[in-house]
């Protein structure tokens, strides 16, 4: 998709219109204005509210996730009881290599060494084909999650990946996204009672102490913050 000045300024303008509307409508108008939409789901206490708004307004968004084969069993059982609940058929993008010959080639636990080539190999490289072809995808990010996405506008243009980015958590805070799991009764991943607030791959993932930034357990002390989709 080219990015026009007439579509970023139209982008500018829907992003401060769209600040303060609701999730249903923000989704309502992605879904309108561009085509072949998707909704990058990592089955996150964000992304299983956004499942359900999906769901619930009958929008003609696709859902997938980045299958790296490294993420939590619970990650994979919250995927089978949201597809039992709301009929839904999640799209799985898997690494081109598997861990077999990703450790062939790069060495062992390639995670711990060079968490950035992982990171490449296992989800940015699958998320460009996930998002051929489309001209919107939908994120579950929220300013507060971490210093890199404070700055999140409601749409924006992604440059990185060459098409529009449309993220109608930006302004909401952890506690309505919670208010919103439990009044909808909607499934989420158990890990996150565990003091698990942002999930990701296993080797890369652990609890946070209270205080901490919510996305401080992932590859912690290593100083990554971002796995690379989204910065
Ligand atoms: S989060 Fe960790 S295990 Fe997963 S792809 Fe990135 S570096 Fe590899």
Known sequence: ???????LWEID???RRLEGCSLEEILTWGAQRFQHSALACSFGAEDVVLVDAIVHEQLPIDIFYLDTQLLFKETYQ??????????????????????????AQFGDRLWERRPDQCCALRKVEP????????????????REQAPTRARARVVEWDAKNGLVKLNPLAAWTSKEVWDRIVARRIPYNPLHDLNYPSIGCWPCTTPVQPGEDLRAGRWRGTGKIECGIHQ
């Open 13 to 15: 303008e829907e992003a």
């Open 1 to 7: 998709m080219e990015a026009t000045d007439t579509l």
């Open 127 to 142: 998320l460009r084909r996930a998002l051929q072809g489309r001209q919107m995808w939908i994120t579950g990010i929220r």
């Open 78 to 103: 919250t995927r089978d009881r949201l597809a039992q609940r709301y009929g839904r058929t999640f799209l799985s993008f898997q690494p081109r290599i598997s861990l077999g010959e990703q450790a």
